[in-house]
C-alpha cells in the first residue's frame, strides 16, 4: 500500500468542474494481489484477493473506480471487465491530463 492518505482525494477536489462524488471503499487497505511476482507465484490467491476487490467495489455502486497505481486497476479492472459490472477503471493521472489546467 502505497500509502499517500487523502492525497488524491484533495488533488481530485481542486479540479474545476469535476463533480467528486467520495464513496469510501469497503477494506480499502487490502491489498489487490498484483504486486512485483505475488501473482505470478500465487495466481489462485492473487485471483482471490483481486475479486475480494472488486467485490467491495461494485457494493459502492460507482460508475468509475479511480486509483494511482496501474497495476492494481489492471488487476481489479480484469475481473470486473470480466464480471460485467459496467465499473469503468481510470488512473488518476488521465483525468488531470483532462482537466488542461483547470486546478483551483
Do not use: W
Not at 27 to 40: I, K, M, N
Not at 44 to 68: G, Q
Request: overall charge neutral; hydrophobic content about 45%.
Amino acid at each position: 500500500m502505497a500509502k499517500i492518505g487523502d492525497r488524491p482525494y484533495r488533488l481530485l477536489a481542486a479540479v474545476r468542474g469535476l463533480d467528486l462524488v467520495l464513496v469510501p471503499l469497503p477494506f480499502a487497505e487490502e491489498c489487490c494481489g498484483f504486486g512485483g511476482t505475488f501473482s505470478l507465484k500465487n495466481p489462485d490467491v492473487s485471483i482471490a484477493m483481486a475479486s475480494d476487490k472488486a467485490r467491495h467495489v461494485r457494493s459502492t455502486n460507482c460508475e468509475y473506480l479511480v486509483a494511482a497505481d496501474n497495476a492494481c486497476l489492471l488487476n481489479i479492472g480484469g475481473i470486473l471487465h470480466r464480471q460485467f459490472s459496467g465499473v469503468k477503471t481510470i488512473h488518476l493521472a488521465e483525468i488531470l491530463a483532462h482537466t488542461e489546467g483547470d486546478v483551483a
